[in-house]
């Protein structure tokens, strides 16, 4: 049976875009990271130029891919590859899917960055734990993706999975959103370095650096301590909910492991005193689970390959494998 | 094609028990309301008289029965037909039905009592409706039906739903459960009773009788608007997390009606700000929800005959249809 030669995939994030092409075994043909806003400032224009940049490289390699994926923020209709809006790249009603179909001439899956990642994370799950689930990326914002009766939740209009929206303090600070106390204002990046200046932080540091700084810095720990408690009610909120195995927290947040794990379990199990706490988890695949995801997304290998290729793209864009073809740079 | 000539459903609440028989078109045989405890304290042989008497009245009528439904509070595995907890009713790991098909010579259909009620409401939902819906009944506690991607939702421990315990109030008041300011503290008709006595109303009155007097009574007002604030702040909560088309309030207290649903709609849609709020509906079956649910459960008539079978039995129930044979007493 012949296998299609390679997958591109982009994880597009309000900063950056992260775009790469794997082989169908996983392996790494290419990767690239470059800045969301080109020249131009359209997010698209930059789009469409990394896309190119990715095809090109792999097509030097001999791999020319036979689909693409594309994991976006926002509200993201995977069904006619839509975006419905997506505030932070000034993209609304844009048929993201036509647009690279027509451009390419290949397939083009397009997804939410939160459900792309979960593709990948229940690639690491099994049993139970793969049933009910809950991915939580954390990074500039907080969006989830639910898993229920093994399969991922998309809602009535594509927006499940909002959890930074759960009003974890009622009459709280005001979130973007208009409402208050939302979970994100307390514990995304964004929110926590904005609290953190707002109580006399003296630098924008980054919160792996607060996170570094909790024994030194009591105003770092503060606002720590406000986002582990803020995540637990926004935790114990979706288990009376949904009743997940398994928490799988991710992003950029998620990097600094048992700094957040160890006091946001300790608070979940204070708090849920009335049942077991599902076990909170830290991601598998850190920053590339929405890569990952998508490219299993526009690839779809058959069900017994799709571990492996996730464990290879990721070891691979981890930097423990090394690509095939045109190297990184 | 044979039809089963009837099915006897029993609704196991905290202080009562309500049991009918229905005919296959949903025509009422038999219907009886007795208490949950009977004189030997034990919830179990109560149940058993009240089938044994339903039985006993549909053979008198010749429609000896072909299935039984059960619907239970409490942690309910509906694969094993097994109570794994009940706390109100005293029971823990009860092989409810293994027991009642040995007595009964019948199948048996077990299953949680908001989750039964969720299988009468989705006959009166229809499209994307049903796809993606909350069921809200609101009683002594409160525990929901999440339905997702068209499918009841369980979890992983069977505990789905639990949204009473959603913390709406941090810090807040005690739940029964150990956490502090549990949406059911604030919105459930015990809860609402408690706090209305607690801030000097002078008789225990009913959720009824308070919703029927928040213009003369400042007290019931206050601890109406904070049900509804609580009960608003838990469904932003249930939307952001899993984005449902329509959330259903049933329950006594839905039974409030307007009186109950247009604050909260106003609530809700002052809080979410940042997104069309779900349709909020009342309840299609009232308090016979979880009864008509389960029957449909042991009965699982043909697809196209559910909808037919859930409006004749609840009509009957609410005493605008006429029983056939034995009449209710």
Same mark, same amino acid.
């Given at each position: 049976?012949?296998?299609?030669?390679?997958?591109?995939?982009?994880?597009?994030?309000?900063?950056? /875009?992260?775009? +790469? !092409?794997?082989?169908? @075994?996983?392996?790494?043909?290419? #990767?690239?990271?470059? *800045?969301?806003? $080109?020249? %131009?400032?359209?997010?698209?224009?930059?789009?469409?130029?990394?896309?190119?940049?990715?095809?090109?490289?792999?097509?030097?390699?001999?791999?020319?891919?036979?689909?693409?994926?594309?994991?976006?923020?926002?509200?993201?209709?995977?069904?006619?590859?839509?975006?419905?809006?997506?505030?932070?790249?000034?993209?609304?009603?844009?048929?993201?899917?036509?647009?690279?179909?027509?451009?390419?001439? /290949?397939?083009? +899956? !397009?997804?939410?960055? @939160?459900?792309?990642?979960?593709? #990948?994370?229940?690639? *690491?799950?099994? $049993?139970? %734990?793969?049933?009910?689930?809950?991915?939580?990326?954390?990074?500039?914002?907080?969006?989830?993706?639910?898993?229920?009766?093994?399969?991922?939740?998309?809602?009535?209009?594509?927006?499940?999975?909002?959890?930074?929206?759960?009003?974890?303090?009622?009459?709280?600070?005001?979130?973007?959103?208009?409402?208050?106390?939302?979970?994100?204002?307390?514990?995304?990046?964004?929110?926590?370095?904005?609290?953190?200046? +707002?109580?006399?932080?003296?630098?924008?540091?980054?919160?792996?650096?607060?996170?570094?700084?909790?024994?030194?810095?009591?105003?770092?720990?503060?606002?720590?301590?406000?986002?582990?408690?803020?995540?637990?009610?926004?935790?114990?909120?979706?288990?009376?909910?949904?009743?997940?195995?398994?928490?799988?927290?991710?992003?950029?947040?998620?990097?600094?492991?048992?700094?957040?794990?160890?006091?946001?379990?300790?608070?979940?199990?204070?708090?849920?005193?009335?049942?077991?706490?599902?076990?909170?988890?830290?991601?598998?695949?850190?920053?590339?689970?929405?890569?990952?995801?998508?490219?299993?997304?526009?690839?779809?290998?058959?069900?017994?390959?799709?571990?492996?290729?996730?464990?290879?793209?990721?070891?691979?864009?981890?930097?423990?494998?090394?690509?095939?073809?045109?190297?990184?740079?």
């Amino acid at each position: 049976m012949s296998r299609p030669p390679s997958v591109a995939a982009v994880d597009v994030g309000g900063t950056t /875009m992260k775009g +790469a !092409v794997f082989t169908a @075994a996983g392996d790494l043909v290419v #990767a690239r990271t470059v *800045a969301t806003f $080109g020249p %131009d400032g359209s997010a698209l224009t930059g789009l469409l130029d990394l896309l190119h940049d990715l095809v090109d490289a792999a097509d030097d390699a001999g791999l020319h891919p036979a689909a693409i994926g594309i994991s976006s923020p926002g509200v993201v209709d995977a069904a006619s590859g839509t975006i419905a809006y997506a505030a932070n790249l000034g993209w609304r009603s844009l048929p993201l899917a036509r647009l690279l179909e027509e451009e390419f001439a /290949m397939p083009v +899956a !397009v997804e939410h960055d @939160a459900r792309s990642g979960a593709q #990948a994370e229940l690639t *690491a799950l099994s $049993g139970a %734990d793969a049933e009910h689930a809950v991915f939580l990326p954390i990074g500039t914002g907080i969006g989830a993706a639910m898993i229920t009766n093994g399969a991922v939740v998309r809602g009535a209009t594509g927006a499940a999975g909002e959890v930074g929206h759960i009003p974890v303090v009622p009459g709280g600070e005001p979130c973007a959103c208009g409402q208050l106390g939302c979970l994100e204002v307390y514990a995304s990046a964004a929110g926590i370095r904005s609290r953190y200046l +707002a109580i006399g932080g003296t630098t924008a540091r980054t919160t792996a650096e607060l996170a570094g700084s909790l024994h030194s810095d009591p105003r770092a720990a503060t606002v720590w301590d406000e986002a582990v408690d803020a995540l637990a009610a926004g935790i114990v909120s979706m288990t009376a909910t949904l009743d997940p195995a398994v928490v799988v927290i991710g992003g950029g947040l998620g990097m600094a492991g048992d700094t957040l794990l160890l006091p946001l379990r300790r608070r979940v199990q204070q708090l849920l005193t009335w049942r077991q706490p599902p076990r909170l988890l830290p991601s598998a695949f850190g920053p590339h689970s929405s890569i990952v995801g998508v490219a299993l997304l526009a690839l779809d290998p058959p069900a017994g390959e799709r571990r492996g290729f996730a464990t290879r793209a990721g070891d691979c864009l981890s930097g423990t494998a090394h690509p095939v073809g045109v190297s990184p740079r």
